[in-house]
Nanobody, 117 residues
Framework: QVQLVESGGGLVQAGGSLRLSCAAS?????????MGWFRQAPGKQRELVGS???????NYADSVKGRFTISRVNAKNTTYLQMDSLKPEDTAVYFC??????????WGQGTQVTVSS
């Protein structure tokens, strides 16, 4: 069974940085699987923040472009989300999962990011 464990969240002031990690275990064929980082703010639907292909190509939502950077280390079955110049509107629970909706695994608990103004 696949398990996705996110970590690295916390409370940070606006303009600060955080680095989130997502470790995948189980039968996910991580090294060949495009992964996505998602977030869900209170009262809002979960949204895609950005994605990374197996080869390391990335795409980002307009709201985070130029501030967030996704990377991955396939040997560790881990993907990272580097978040810089954080804004209060980035406050949310952050998740990772397989990018393709039909292939997504059970969602982990996510990691809370709170940005104070």
């Amino acid at each position: 069974q696949v398990q996705l464990v996110e970590s690295g969240g916390g409370l940070v002031q606006a303009g600060g940085s955080l680095r989130l990690s997502c470790a995948a275990s189980g039968s996910i064929f991580f090294s060949i699987t495009p992964m996505g980082w998602f977030r869900q703010a209170p009262g809002k639907q979960r949204e895609l923040v950005g994605s990374i292909t197996s080869g390391g190509n990335t795409n980002y939502a307009d709201s985070v472009k130029g501030r967030f950077t996704i990377s991955r280390v396939n040997a560790k079955n881990t993907t990272y989300l580097q978040m810089d110049s954080l804004k209060p509107e980035d406050t949310a629970v952050y998740f990772c999962n397989v990018l393709t909706a039909s292939l997504q695994r059970s969602w982990g608990q996510g990691t809370q990011v709170t940005v104070s103004s």
